[in-house]
């Protein structure tokens, strides 16, 4: 076996990483007590079907408010550039779109914080694909260039976006 044959095995038949986030399959429902979310079926969501008892759910914390209560991220957006700097309130609002679009899908995807740092604008997520998609959002409407590097075990992404 040739060394690309070997690295290609390695990237296929890798062992499972582990997220300190991620949650056990909890047995029945469980109800997050900070944001409502409901876990069931293995997915956490924000809409509880009819069928659903709420008063036989395992209060439990989600995933998310847990990464939001402890400050740890799974994406890291870092925005740059005199573009950002004369059109940041718009940039904002794409921002806070996104992630409310995001959010009515999938319970586990939210902004943690925006904060401005020196020239830059970072933003923290709880899951890669909200990070993913607001880097996505920003090169549609407004081009720039992007870069996307996740984290050996893929449970970190970090966008660098950069217009001038």
């Known amino acids: ?4 044959q070997q690295s290609q095995k390695n990237k296929i038949f890798k062992e499972g990483t582990h997220d300190p986030y991620r949650m056990e399959h909890v ?3 469980a109800l997050c007590p900070q944001c409502g979310a409901l876990y069931q079926e293995g997915n956490w969501t924000w809409h509880i079907p009819e069928s659903t008892i709420v008063g036989d759910a395992e209060e439990t ?9 402890d400050d740890r991220p799974a994406g890291t957006l870092k925005l740059s550039g005199k573009f950002l700097h004369d059109h940041q ?5 794409l921002i806070h779109h996104t992630e409310e679009v995001e959010k009515a899908e999938h319970a586990q995807e ?4 925006v904060v401005e740092v020196d020239d830059t604008l970072e933003v923290t997520t709880t899951g890669i694909h909200l990070a993913s998609r607001i880097g996505h959002a920003l ?8 870069h996307y590097h996740y984290s050996d075990d893929e449970t970190h992404l970090t966008v660098n976006w950069e217009r001038l």
Request: positive net charge; charged residues 25%; glycine residues 6%.
């Open 1 to 4: 076996m040739d060394k690309y």
């Open 27 to 29: 047995s029945g429902t």
């Open 61 to 69: 914390v989600c995933p998310a408010c847990r990464r939001i209560a």
């Open 89 to 93: 309130e718009e940039i904002l609002n």
């Open 110 to 113: 939210r902004i943690i914080k």
């Open 139 to 146: 090169n549609a409407a407004y081009k720039g260039n992007s």
